[in-house]
């Protein structure tokens, strides 16, 4: 279900991709999608132990990216 008018639709596969290109140490991990009743971020698992979140809105401010660092 879309929240959001220019909701970004991350896919398994695309989110698996992602993962082979940019940390290659996780590329066997099998990626699926975290079923979660947010409204700002997608959630997927990579295997068991690791959790990825992806906003569900673009927004390339200053803000969301001392957001995203922020949070890591």
Do not use: C, I, K
């Amino acid at each position: 279900m879309r929240m959001h008018a220019d909701q970004v639709d991350l896919t398994e596969d695309a989110v698996a991709a992602l993962v082979r290109a940019q940390f290659p140490a996780w590329r066997a991990l099998p990626v699926r999608r975290v079923r979660s009743d947010g409204t700002v971020n997608a959630l997927f698992r990579a295997g068991d132990e690791v959790v990825l979140r992806f906003p569900l809105r673009p927004d390339a401010s200053d803000d969301a990216r001392a957001t995203v660092l922020r949070a890591q």
